[in-house]
């Protein structure tokens, strides 16, 4: 059920937030992301992302770029659609 | 430490020396972006040192100050995210901590990103070294709704905590003020440190227990321990001599149980960080969009981005063409010229050997490094105009899509595009590429991106043997060197460098406006590090240059360079160059316009009353000529570039590796256009 809600960074589009849940791609990709803020369990949104290229995410008021390839080694669960649930 | 004796040495009297004996050492750190080197440059000003740390080739900046009569050296660290060995610069920020026991450690901080800026703060905190935390750019996070209470923080950290605003000049004093204070009382230091999560502290303890006694100074078991299991390399190998086999095997099997832990602790640390900011911090979601957001809709735009960046470089070469140019010519016939007519009549006396020794080897050189000053001028200048206004990092993220192609990204981009300006910057410029890996490739690829030496060969000669369809030819041929680049950077991604994927992971900064201070530092820092390093290589060649076509007699086509012009007519034919084309071409290597003059005398030489392009035209058929233009746009890079080459990336390897592809590319590409066009029985009749 979880898992489920589990989808890769490069699949969101702008303007919807996020929580980091794991980081793949070894170590040392893992320990550049969260010494850059993108830790698992911090909340970001997406500002840039076209469907190809590079994409921008804003986390702890930081705006990173990540190249595809890298945006599609972060899992993460989409915060917004649930909170329009909600509503 | 060798600066401290400078300096003591030029006081003037015995007490000067006495109160300046004690030098409080202090390392400046901070993540990217922080504005740490205004806080530089504003406090150590114009008593800069640059060099290079020792064995690495990342920038090692120091500078003396004084403040209430004690000496502070400053050394500024270079900016890392966190102290995790995985580059160059996060092992030298921490080899500076451990092994040269600064006295105190100065942390600039983004207060506008305070969380993100305090994760380097948990990592130095763990380290036995007392920390100031300096909050700079208060008023971005102000203007931002972010209101920071220093003293509240201040009581949590257990640390100092001052508020800047560095780039007006305020607090930076009071920062220096405090600095200096806890190095002199180092004992009172006493800061809340970030713990280990609960999951990871026995296992933390046993890992500890095993280092024992085997762990040498400076090193202490507990952040060696905290290393590993962060699974930072540098430290494991480390460990893995320290400790006898039995025991490394026992401390191995504890890390494979825990491979989590390194995203565990640094969720830890973030954890830490939220306590301590917690009551100093009030951050409210305004949910307005900021002008950088605003801004960015057009400049990391897919079309917009591109049209803005192709602009931005327009400019820069307008720039170049109107300013740097004119200045160059000025130098090169005010200057240099007007010194060498002064040198050769004060010599008359001399040997002519001598004279012209001193007049067209060694002044010449001299002329050919000068006058390259006004064209890296201009683009130092543009260089960081554009990285302290943010706009770099756009530019990057706007080519990375082009970039991968090459096996590089985005921020390769910039320094291969001051390449068409001169490759020498463009070395230079590759700095800015975090991975080892990404900046030796693009500085192996900068030689092919056709600087305006080699632009202007082409705009002299193209009219000369193809009249009409001479811009067809030049683009044809800036097409190739394009082309080339590319098959070569891919080619070299595939095999040199397999594997070697380089993550393209980059801070967008907030764009802010240029510190002109920070401006004017760099472009003088930058200058003067190729005219100390780059100088003296290419004064040597030229004077090599000119002996090999001086002797053994006067006369160029008896020459030493001529005679080996003539020995490699066998590789001349298949290209239908004659010798002299091929000194020419030798030629080139002091400076790439150089190729002109040569061809001047020697095809000017003979032919009485016919100027320089008639003779050639008459002589070298289209054929020829085009696979010579060919030659020289692909062929090795001139000297400066070889020279600067070699400082940055620290090898002759990997010199002579380029050199000797390009000289293979060039060769084949001439071989192959020449065969081709007489194959195809096109412009050969002319010879």
Redesign the interface.
């Known amino acids: 059920m979880e898992e489920q809600k589990f989808v890769s960074l490069h699949r969101l589009s702008p303007g919807t937030h996020g929580i980091v849940r794991r980081?793949q791609?070894g170590?040392?990709?893992?320990?550049?992301?969260?010494?850059?803020?993108l830790?698992?369990?911090?909340e970001f949104e997406i500002?840039?992302n076209?469907g190809?290229?590079?994409v921008?995410v804003l986390?702890?008021?930081?705006?990173?770029?990540?190249?595809r390839?890298?945006a599609l080694k972060i899992v993460v669960e989409e915060l917004e659609r649930e909170r329009r649930e909600t509503e | 430490m060798s600066d401290a004796k400078q300096n003591s040495s030029k006081g003037s009297s015995a007490t000067d020396l006495e109160r300046h004996e004690q030098t409080i050492v202090v390392g400046l750190a901070g993540q990217p972006n922080v504005g740490k080197s205004t806080i530089f440059n504003l406090t150590t000003g114009l008593s800069q040192h640059v060099g290079n740390w020792p064995g690495k080739t990342v920038e090692r900046k120091e500078g003396m100050l004084v403040h209430q009569d004690i000496k502070l050296r400053l050394v500024d660290l270079p900016g890392t995210?966190?102290l995790?060995a995985?580059s160059e610069e996060e092992r030298i920020t921490r080899d500076f901590i451990l092994h040269e026991r600064p006295d105190v450690i100065v942390m600039i901080a983004d207060a506008?990103?305070?969380?993100?800026n305090l994760?380097?703060l948990a990592e130095l905190l763990v380290l036995p070294v007392p920390v100031v935390l300096g909050l700079n750019m208060m008023d971005v996070a102000e203007a931002?709704g972010?209101h920071i209470e220093p003293h509240v923080l201040e009581a949590a950290l257990g640390l100092p905590v001052i508020t800047l605003v560095a780039a007006r000049n305020q607090g930076v004093s009071e920062l220096i003020a405090a600095a200096e204070r806890l190095a002199r009382e180092p004992a009172g230091f006493k800061p809340t440190r970030p713990k280990i999560a609960e999951p990871h502290r026995e296992v933390l303890a046993q890992v500890r227990t095993l280092l024992g006694q085997y762990v040498p100074a400076p090193y202490r078991e507990d952040w060696v321990a905290l290393k590993l299991l962060?699974?930072d390399?540098e430290i494991t190998e480390k460990a893995r001599s320290w400790l006898p086999d039995a025991d490394w095997s026992s401390v191995a099997a504890l890390l494979k149980e825990h491979?989590d832990a390194?995203?565990d602790i640094?969720?830890g640390r973030?954890e830490w960080i939220a306590r301590m900011v917690r009551a100093a911090v009030i951050h409210p979601r305004l949910g307005q969009i900021s002008v950088?957001?605003r801004l960015?809709r057009f400049a990391?735009h897919?079309f917009w981005g591109l049209l803005l960046l192709l602009a931005m470089f327009g400019l820069v070469f307008w720039l170049t063409f109107t300013v740097a140019t004119p200045i160059q010519h000025w130098l090169d016939v005010y200057v240099i010229e007007r010194l060498q007519g002064l040198l050769a009549s004060g010599l008359t006396e001399a040997p002519s050997w001598l004279a012209d020794l001193l007049v067209n080897g060694v002044l010449g050189g001299v002329g050919i490094v000068v006058t390259f000053v006004p064209i890296l001028a201009v683009f130092f200048t543009a260089l960081a105009l554009l990285e302290d206004t943010g706009y770099l990092?756009r530019a990057?993220?706007v080519m990375?899509?082009f970039m991968?192609f090459l096996g590089l990204?985005?921020k390769s981009f910039l320094p291969l595009f001051l390449g068409f300006g001169c490759n020498v910057p463009a070395i230079m410029g590759a700095r800015v590429i975090g991975s080892q890996s990404g900046r030796l490739l693009t500085i192996l690829l900068a030689p092919l991106v056709p600087c305006s030496a080699r632009l202007l060969i082409l705009a002299l000669l193209t009219p000369v043997f193809f009249g009409n369809q001479a811009l067809m030819v030049s683009w044809g041929l800036v097409s190739l060197n394009i082309l080339v680049l590319a098959i070569v950077g891919i080619t070299l991604n595939h095999t040199v460098f397999r594997g070697q994927?380089a993550?393209?992971?980059?801070?967008?900064?907030?764009y802010h406006l240029p510190n002109l201070r920070s401006i004017g530092h760099f472009v003088w820092n930058n200058i003067w590090s190729f005219l100390r390093k780059a100088g003296t290589i290419i004064l040597l060649v030229s004077v090599v240059v000119w002996a090999l076509s001086n002797f053994p007699g006067s006369d160029i086509e008896q020459s030493y360079l001529a005679r080996f012009g003539q020995s490699l007519t066998p590789i001349g034919q298949l290209m239908g160059m004659d010798w002299r084309l091929i000194v020419a071409l030798l030629s080139s290597f002091i400076a790439k316009e150089n190729a002109i003059a040569t061809l001047g005398i020697l095809y000017g030489a003979g032919e009485e009353g016919r100027g320089l392009a008639e003779t050639m035209a008459a002589v070298v058929s289209p054929a020829t000529a085009l696979s010579f233009l060919a030659v020289t746009m692909l062929f090795i890079p001139c000297a400066a570039t070889v020279a600067v080459m070699y400082k940055e990336t620290r090898s002759w390897r990997w010199t002579l590796f380029d050199v000797t592809l390009l000289l293979v590319i060039a060769l084949t590409v001439g071989v192959i256009i020449y065969q081709a066009a007489h194959w195809l029985g096109i412009g050969v009749s002319g010879a």
């Not at chain 1, 830790?39 to 911090?42: D, E, L, T």
């Not at chain 1, 986390?59 to 190249?67: E, H, K, P, Q």
Request: charged share 20%; glycine share 8%.
């Open positions: 980081l791609g170590k040392e990709f893992a320990s550049r992301l969260v010494a850059m803020g830790s698992i369990g911090s500002l840039q076209r190809s290229g590079p921008i986390v702890r008021d930081t705006r990173i770029a990540l190249g390839s890298e | 995210y966190s995790t995985n506008s990103a305070l969380e993100r994760y380097l931002q972010i962060e699974g390399m491979e390194v995203l640094a969720s973030y950088t957001d960015d990391v897919p990092a990057a993220y990375d899509r991968h990204h985005g994927h993550a393209f992971i980059m801070e967008m900064p907030l």
